[in-house]
């Protein structure tokens, strides 16, 4: 039996981490102490036989996951606005004259025209004037409302972009399993609010998000066809389905 | 870009260059995908578990603190991640033989030979506080200090616990069989 010290000498030559002097006391030791010389050999082949086991190569489908799943950039709170931008141009230096100028005549245009096309209160004809947005159905949306989990899964189209949320405060861990048609739909990405506490592994047909507490996720999808989609959800608590929901967007007019 | 070292990706990253982030996906993807099937011996669960990894290294890439190693702190947020998903299938499995027998049969056939799977059934037969400096010497090639920076504890509690993985997985390989180990 060798004792404690003599092993670890033993290991720390295996691992290369001995002083010189150590080294000399462990070789003098594997040549006259024939315990000491089978243990280090043992320790010898389990490492090399440790180290023939191959390393994996990773799916590639795994870098593309990965990508998928990184949350959209948080708006910085230093963003910069073109207007607000060009108005901070024109404030350096000695150009602060023609900024109040500029803004003071930015400001007077906006109220004149809210003025001239509707109530204040109606900025939906200011936003059509600006840019052209496509028109979004109406939001479809289903109640979640179990003793373990409550909140609301949503889905709306934009155009050909379609926007499924699950806002959803569980007591326990839940997965929260999205399903959808592949043929219909092409997933882009997720995004999560900053403190929602959850996981989200993409899966071909599936998105299953996991965790516990105040989540709120929106996952993004691209629509192939005008046809109708569903997207219908199952809610699994200690991988056993609890329910399930499911939202339909009818045919869209693009 | 794609030679920059560990930590000047990270701050191209945090200032909004979402492309330094694919380069460090492209370096470190393996060895976490390795590391996290170590753990499990599933491919599909290194899979969930990689992608979780670079999901909240990317979310927490703001308190990475550029004194220390990038691929130390990535590790850390591996080994934590690969013990939290032991920990919750360990509660969702309900027999745990499902665990030590099914799922291990079916992870055989993903093996080309039976040596690998019986270091793999070994690894898992080991307790987590083993398994993990198994893992991190053997398999990731890091030092004592590097593996204590990783899991927070001290580099002679390190050689003591490799140490007595060792031998606690020598013997575990015996039993099944792998005398030459």
Known sequence: MLDKRLLELLNQELDGTNSSRERQQVQALLSKNPG????????????????????????????????????????????????????????????????????????????????????????SSLVGA???????????????????????????????????????????EIDFIVKFDEGKLLFERFQASDQSPGTVSIHPGRLELKGSGAMSYEFIFFRKSADAVALNADIMINGAKRSDVSVTLEQSSH | MKHEQDHVLVQHCLNGNQKAFEILVDRYQKPVFNLAFRFTSSKEDAEDIAQSVFVKAFEKLNTFDPKFKFFSWLYKIAVNESINFLNRKKRFDTFDEDVHSGKREQEENFHDHEMTASIDMALLDLKIDYRVVVILNHFQDLSYREIGQILDIHENTVKSRLFSARKKLKGLLLKRGISHA
């Open chain 1, 130 to 172: 600006i840019g052209s947005s496509a028109p979004s159905q109406a939001i479809h949306s289903a109640e979640i409302d179990f003793p373990e989990i409550q909140g609301t899964f949503t889905a709306e189209a934009t155009g050909n972009t379609v926007i499924a949320t699950a806002s959803i405060n569980a007591s326990e």
């Open chain 1, 36 to 123: 000491a010389r089978r243990t280090f050999d043992e320790l010898r082949h389990l490492a090399s036989f440790l180290k023939a086991a191959p390393r994996l190569e990773p799916p590639p489908s795994l870098k593309r996951r990965i990508l998928a799943s990184l949350p959209k950039p948080r708006p910085s709170s230093q963003r910069v606005y073109p207007l607000f931008s060009l108005i901070k141009k024109l404030t350096e230096g000695t150009n602060v004259r023609y900024a109040y100028t500029f803004a003071g005549g930015a400001v007077a245009g906006i109220l004149l025209f809210a003025f001239l096309t509707g109530s204040p209160s109606d900025t």
